[in-house]
């Protein structure tokens, strides 16, 4: 914390408010400059109650600096979150980015999501994504096949071997995706649906928090906080960009920057939507290599067989050939990338 004393502090009231500080437990470091003298105290702050502080003699003000999000934050651990899968599937800290991909909705054509399925396995992409249960900005949009599209999910992956990640938007439905799902993901819409965020803190399984369209960075690390705190680690971040001020040519604006501001000061791991964050399929390319050269642990799109004749994001879609051209490029980045040497305090 920060204790800035008044103008005309007297040593006396300096050197009392130092003491203080050091008999519960702060290391200090005093910053004497023309007109102001500030306290850098370190410690523990939950050894002492601030306002006892700012009600010592000559004290202007106190400033506590530790992140809110105490939990998902870079200090809290000292080393990167790395979230291991069953076949050797890693995501975060320096693993090698993964590829997770499919179709917005699971459809009742399972065959059309087998053959993404299919294609994303000999692309090297390691999980197969679509959602069950769908979060529809019109009720007259498709909803989702719900259960029977967690089997489809459950079918293509038992033949392929890809992991799944699927959207859950529901408390009640926590149990169910659970059986089925490696991953589940809490879509923009919900990222604080706080009664969600604490009943995924209850389970094991890893949760894929997607930022909401207006949330901040910091609200974003929040509502991770709130899985973490009920005790779930296993959070991954997923940035799918935000509301901003051009609809004209993307349906939202991919926050790249978020990336490695989200590296710098959590140790989580974060995945990077470049099909919702933009809304265009042309731009999944371009926006995913610059994601991962940003630092992104991963990088999730949407691959449909009919792209056209999709119930839900057709335009953000890739078409399967599409796909193979774009999963090339990306796995020609990720080969390149020198690991080791890729720090995340950068
Ligand atoms: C999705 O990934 O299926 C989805 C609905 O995305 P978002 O929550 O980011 O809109
Ligand atoms: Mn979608």
């Known amino acids: 914390m920060i204790v800035v004393m008044e103008p005309g502090a007297s040593e006396a009231q300096i050197e009392r408010v130092s003491e203080y500080l050091v008999k519960h437990g702060f290391k200090i470091n005093l910053n004497r400059g023309d007109v102001l003298t500030v306290i850098a105290a370190i410690g523990d702050k939950r050894l002492i109650n601030p306002h006892s502080i700012s009600s010592l003699e000559g004290v202007h003000d106190v400033k506590l600096i530790q992140e809110p999000y105490k939990m998902a934050s870079k200090n809290a651990k000292d080393k ?103 991953i589940l993901q809490v879509g923009a819409r919900n990222m604080q649906n706080f009664k969600l965020l604490k009943a995924l803190g209850k389970i094991k399984k890893p949760v894929m928090l997607k930022r909401g369209p207006a949330a901040t960075i910091k609200e974003f690390l929040l509502a991770a906080e709130h899985i973490m705190y009920n005790g779930n680690q296993n959070v991954i971040l997923c940035e799918r960009g935000i509301k901003s001020i051009d609809s004209d040519f993307t349906r939202n604006t991919l926050d790249i920057a978020a990336i490695p501001i989200i590296r710098k000061y959590s140790h989580l791991p974060i995945v990077v939507d470049p099909s ?55 796995n020609k980045l990720i080969g390149r990338i020198d690991y080791d040497n890729r720090n995340s305090k950068n």
Request: with cysteine; glycine share 10%.
């Open 80 to 182: 990167d979150t790395i979230i291991e899968f069953k076949n050797g599937v890693k995501i975060g800290g320096d693993a090698k980015p993964v590829l997770m991909v499919g179709p917005c909705s699971v459809e009742k054509d399972y065959e059309g999501l087998l053959k993404v399925a299919i294609a994303a396995k000999e692309m090297g992409c390691q999980f197969l994504r679509g959602g069950a249960f769908k979060p529809r900005t019109s009720p007259y949009d498709f909803q989702g096949l719900e259960e029977k599209g967690l089997q489809y999910l459950a079918k293509a992956s038992k033949e392929t071997g890809l992991l799944v990640v699927t959207e859950v938007m529901d408390t009640l439905d926590i149990p169910l995706i659970s059986k089925y799902a490696d």
């Open 276 to 330: 919702h964050g933009t809304g265009r399929r042309y731009l999944i390319e371009p926006m995913g290599k610059a994601a991962l050269i940003a630092g992104a642990h991963g990088l999730m799109f949407e691959v449909h067989h009919d792209p056209d004749n999709a119930s839900s994001d057709g335009a953000q879609s890739l078409s399967i050939e599409q796909f193979r051209e774009v999963a090339k490029s990306f």
